[in-house]
């Protein structure tokens, strides 16, 4: 008997009004319940400067089969306990659950809000070439088509069905880095309603678990772990340890939950960042190295802005007023401090984007602190304006400006990596608490 397991892909089913493409994912494992979930649902973020994403930019790849081997509690959708099995096989034809798929499509996603959603069914995966293209830029729907018709896939598109690229691109990640997400799902009455979190308990997470990232936003006193959209998520635990989880979740003070579930994700792993090379294209991430050679000015709105140049050209960075605090630390930059920044290229105004920087080298900054003395007269000399040098009151003696007397200021600024609060960090993002554990492994 021909042996192999189901890949199921779909993404753009929700709105900025409503809906979550992680709830379907959840409606998927409870209307199949004549299959066994293989591994874990994959959470896969996609290009966030694509202009029609319609929040995080996040596809849904789930793998059905009959288990075997050992299973693992990875969920419950209301009283009905989900198991994952790491193996699976015996599943002939996937024709029933293309259809379920189908129907769940149609019936959730939002097509009268403007969502363009697609699913994808395989027995393999497309080339993970897909997902690269799909995370750093913005994939042409015929690679797509082309790639699913070679792997012999079946997919179905509604409203323009845009959603058949995200959800292949879901299904062909195969992760280099990888993080984990425990979601949690409010019943739905409440939807669109105030949830209810003990914010003190979202406060104690990075404390009690230590692996887990991105929960509370301490510099505007906030939990980050709620979405602010009227969606059926209740709350979303990132980190890298799976077990640890379901404990974090259970640690934190809520209204009931409808069903939880977790998922494998590529969410602060930098997988879309490029590194820079000349030209840069308008609608991707970049990482570039070089010397700020204009100090950083702040302009109507609050937005920090300063020109940065490499070997190979020279960019406009900014960090702009949601940033909040971290535009102070992009001040402390000075002209000849050398930087290596990760943003997003904007195409107008054209500016990087900062998502974080790396502070590599200050620049020495002198500060006159008096006045050159005139060696006929003894007296302070007098400026004669800005960088025009000084000039002696009694005898007319002039000097250059170098003669002043200087001393080097405290920049206020440490070598090493800086990033905006929790609350506007990008999902794809590497936090720097990922990064400096790395560094330390």
């Known amino acids: 008997?021909?042996?192999?397991?189901?890949?199921?892909?779909?993404?753009?089913?929700?709105?900025?009004?409503?809906?979550?493409?992680?709830?379907?994912?959840?409606?998927?494992?409870?209307?199949?319940?004549?299959?066994?979930?293989?591994?874990?649902?994959?959470?896969?973020?996609?290009?966030?400067?694509?202009?029609?994403?319609?929040?995080?930019?996040?596809?849904?790849?789930?793998?059905?089969?009959?288990?075997?081997?050992?299973?693992?509690?990875?969920?419950?959708?209301?009283?009905?306990?989900?198991?994952?099995?790491?193996?699976?096989?015996?599943?002939?034809?996937?024709?029933?659950?293309?259809?379920?798929?189908?129907?769940?499509?149609?019936?959730?996603?939002?097509?009268?809000e403007e969502a363009s959603p697609g699913l994808v069914m395989s027995k393999v995966r497309p080339s993970p070439s897909i997902y690269w293209q799909a995370v750093r830029w913005v994939i042409e729907r015929a690679v797509v088509e082309k790639e699913l018709k070679r792997i012999e896939a079946r997919s179905i598109g509604l409203c323009g069905g845009r959603g058949v690229i995200g959800a292949t691109a879901a299904m062909s990640w195969i992760p280099h880095d990888k993080t984990y997400e425990v979601l949690a799902y409010r019943h739905k009455s409440r939807w669109g309603s105030q949830r209810k979190i003990v914010a003190e308990d979202v406060k104690l997470l990075d404390e009690r678990f230590p692996s887990t990232f991105n929960n509370y936003?301490?510099?505007?006193?906030?939990?980050?772990?709620?979405?602010?959209?009227?969606?059926?998520?209740?709350?979303?635990?990132?980190?890298?340890?799976?077990?640890?989880?379901?404990?974090?979740?259970?640690?934190?003070?809520?209204?009931?939950?409808?069903?939880?579930?977790?998922?494998?994700?590529?969410?602060?792993?930098?997988?879309?960042?490029?590194?820079?090379?000349?030209?840069?294209?308008?609608?991707?991430?970049?990482?570039?190295?070089?010397?700020?050679?204009?100090?950083?000015?702040?302009?109507?709105?609050?937005?920090?802005?300063?020109?940065?140049?490499?070997?190979?050209?020279?960019?406009?960075?900014?960090?702009?007023?949601?940033?909040?605090?971290?535009?102070?630390?992009?001040?402390?930059?000075?002209?000849?401090?050398?930087?290596?920044?990760?943003?997003?290229?904007?195409?107008?105004?054209r500016t990087l984007n900062l998502e974080k920087f790396e502070l590599l080298e200050l620049a020495e900054v002198r500060q006159k602190i008096a006045n050159p003395r005139c060696n006929v007269c003894d007296k302070s000399m007098q400026s004669l304006g800005k960088g025009a040098g000084f000039r002696c009151r009694k005898c007319g003696r002039k000097e250059d400006r170098s003669k002043a007397e200087f001393a080097q200021m405290e920049r206020g600024i440490e070598l090493g990596w800086y990033e905006p609060p929790v609350c506007t960090r990008r999902h794809l993002s590497k936090p720097l608490k990922r990064l400096q554990a790395q560094h330390r492994c």
């Open 1 to 112: 008997m021909r042996q192999w397991q189901m890949f199921l892909a779909f993404d753009d089913t929700d709105s900025t009004k409503g809906m979550c493409t992680t709830f379907l994912a959840t409606e998927m494992i409870r209307a199949v319940d004549d299959l066994d979930l293989i591994g874990l649902p994959r959470l896969v973020r996609l290009n966030p400067a694509v202009p029609w994403k319609t929040r995080g930019n996040g596809a849904l790849s789930i793998r059905f089969g009959k288990g075997k081997g050992k299973r693992r509690l990875v969920g419950r959708i209301g009283r009905r306990p989900v198991y994952s099995f790491d193996r699976g096989a015996e599943l002939e034809d996937g024709s029933e659950l293309f259809s379920i798929g189908s129907e769940l499509l149609r019936q959730w996603s939002r097509v009268e």
């Open 217 to 349: 936003d301490h510099d505007s006193d906030s939990v980050a772990i709620a979405p602010h959209s009227p969606c059926p998520i209740l709350l979303g635990i990132r980190g890298d340890v799976l077990e640890e989880l379901p404990l974090a979740m259970a640690s934190i003070g809520s209204e009931a939950k409808d069903r939880w579930l977790l998922y494998l994700t590529n969410q602060g792993t930098d997988d879309h960042v490029i590194q820079a090379s000349n030209p840069l294209a308008p609608g991707s991430t970049y990482r570039m190295r070089g010397k700020v050679i204009t100090a950083p000015k702040t302009l109507a709105g609050g937005h920090v802005l300063f020109q940065l140049s490499s070997k190979r050209m020279t960019v406009d960075c900014a960090a702009y007023e949601p940033s909040k605090g971290f535009r102070g630390k992009v001040r402390a930059l000075r002209e000849g401090d050398a930087v290596e920044v990760v943003g997003e290229l904007r195409e107008q105004p």
